[in-house]
């Protein structure tokens, strides 16, 4: 099966995604490209149609219900929520001992805090890439604004 690759601008106008988002889906690996000479390509066929692992949008459900982030990979388990961990320490049997139970306990705990640390930071660094592509609109939105003012 031959595919055709489309270079970003070409692909960004037949499909109307910004060359920005499809930089990003590159970036994140949401979308089938290769790199030659110096360019990217992007393989001719709706982004909808890439066979790239998914990965949520920060707006996602599976985001906002606090999936886990484990080697930055997205599952179906959730954390445990407070009313849980109150559960589970009223559970504890009377022939397990109650330092164990809250050894136990306490490795929830650090797990479900380091889960939540790498959300954040995924999030921090999808925030990263937004304000550098404002930025960059920004600079080119200025200047054509002093090239519009300085054609008057």
Avoid: C
């Avoid at 106008?13 to 930089?23: D, G, P, Q």
């Avoid at 149609?49 to 959730?78: F, I, W």
């Avoid at 937004?130 to 930025?135: A, G, I, Q, R, W």
Wanted: aromatic fraction near 8%; charge should be neutral.
């Amino acid at each position: 099966m031959s595919f055709q690759w489309l270079p970003l601008a070409d692909y960004s106008m037949k499909y109307k995604i910004s060359v920005s988002t499809l930089r990003r889906k590159i970036k994140t690996e949401d979308i089938k490209f290769r790199f030659d000479d110096g360019k990217y390509f992007i393989m001719d066929e709706p982004v909808g149609t890439h066979q790239r692992e998914h990965r949520p949008s920060l707006s996602s459900e599976e985001s906002l219900m606090g999936a886990k982030y484990p080697n930055g990979r997205v599952t179906d388990e959730r954390k445990p929520t407070t009313q849980e961990i109150s559960e589970r320490i009223s559970q504890v049997g009377k022939d397990e001992p109650i330092l164990t139970a809250a050894n136990k306990l306490l490795t929830e705990l650090k797990k479900a805090y380091t889960q939540i640390l790498q959300e954040k930071e995924e999030q921090l660094l999808h925030f990263k890439e937004e304000v550098s592509d404002l930025k960059t609109l920004v600079r080119v939105l200025e200047t054509e604004n002093l090239r519009l003012k300085n054609q008057s």
